[in-house]
């Protein structure tokens, strides 16, 4: 089980306990909805930490664009509501980089993929986005990021 699963998990007690309906609700329903997405296709699977980042993610986006719509319609206690589920999912989420710090990610990993293979082409972009995804997942912006690197491979 992957450790931020876990986390949820145990957070649900953690929120029982404390009386926090608001977070106890919300991190059921996020726990539902990796369970029905876990098992939803043909096979069973079990989400990594990556995947689970991701839902989290469209879960708290989703809720932040309802909490929009209630907002136009003049619902504005609805609207805080949606608000309030959306800062509980986000807590879970790794902190999101900065330009700089991700522009700092991708030169240091470019340049030790160098130092072992020698220059980097364009085609090798691929060999380069990897390690390169997987250090900032979820955390920038991953067009920025492949942006970043066809400059520097450039």
């Known amino acids: 089980m992957s450790a931020l699963k876990q986390q949820l998990k145990t957070d649900v007690v953690v929120h029982m ?3 926090n ?46 909490a929009k719509i209630y907002a136009d319609a003049g619902e504005a206690d609805r609207a805080a509501a949606e608000i309030s589920e959306a800062e509980v999912i986000e807590a879970y989420l790794p902190q999101p980089l900065d330009a700089d710090a991700a522009a700092g990610i991708v030169d240091r990993i470019i340049t030790g993929l160098e130092a072992e293979q020698g220059p980097l082409t364009m085609r090798q972009m691929g ?28």
Do not use: C, H, W, Y
């Not at 069973?44 to 930490?49: A, H, L, M, Q």
């Not at 986005?129 to 450039?154: C, N, Y």
């Open 21 to 66: 309906k608001v977070a106890l609700t919300t991190v059921r329903n996020v726990l539902g909805e990796i369970e029905t997405r876990e098992k939803g296709g043909k096979m069973p699977v079990e989400f990594d930490d990556a995947q689970v980042t991701t839902l989290l993610q469209k879960e708290a986006a989703k809720r932040r664009d309802t």
């Open 17 to 19: 306990k404390a009386g």
């Open 127 to 154: 060999v380069a986005m990897k390690p390169i995804t997987a250090e900032i997942a979820g955390r920038f912006d991953g067009k920025a990021i492949s942006e970043m690197v066809r400059k520097r491979l450039q």
